[in-house]
C-alpha cells in the first residue's frame, strides 16, 4: 500500500544530531518531490527542508547550515541530518511527498531537544 514511514526520532541535548529517515512504498518514488515538515505544539505544520526530483534542496531559514536534506530514490527514501539542534527544534516531524495529485504523508517523528 501507500505508506510513508518515519524513523530516528527520540530525545537529543541541545547542540547535538539526531539523523531522520523516510521509507516510501506503493509510490514512483523518483517523481515526487519530498521533504520533511515539523509541528510544535500550537504552531502551526512549517516546511523544514525539501528536495526536487531533480536532486535541488531547498531549506527554512531557520535550519540553514544545520540541517541537510537528501533522497536516495533507488532506496525510495529520503533522509534529514540535524545538527547543532536547540530546543526551538523539538517538534513532530513528517514527511512528505508532494506530486501533481496532491500529498503524502508519514505519521510523524517526535524529536526533543532537551537538556
Known amino acids: 500500500q501507500v505508506q510513508l514511514v518515519e524513523s530516528g526520532g527520540g530525545l537529543v541535548q541541545p547542540g547535538g544530531s539526531l539523523r531522520l529517515s523516510c521509507a516510501a512504498s506503493g509510490i514512483i518514488f523518483s517523481i515526487y518531490a519530498v521533504g520533511w515538515y515539523r509541528q510544535a505544539p500550537g504552531k502551526q505544520r512549517e516546511l523544514v527542508a525539501g528536495?526536487?526530483?531533480?536532486?535541488?534542496?531547498n531549506y527554512a531559514d531557520f535550519v540553514k547550515g544545520r540541517f541537510t536534506i537528501s533522497r536516495d530514490n533507488a532506496r525510495n527514501t529520503v533522509s534529514l541530518q540535524m545538527n547543532s539542534l536547540k530546543p526551538e527544534d523539538t517538534a513532530v516531524y513528517y514527511c512528505?511527498?508532494?506530486?501533481?495529485?496532491?500529498?503524502?504523508w508519514g505519521q510523524g517523528t517526535l524529536v526533543t531537544v532537551s537538556s
Open positions: 528536495v526536487a526530483t531533480g536532486g535541488s534542496t
Open positions: 512528505n511527498a508532494h506530486w501533481l495529485n496532491g500529498d503524502l
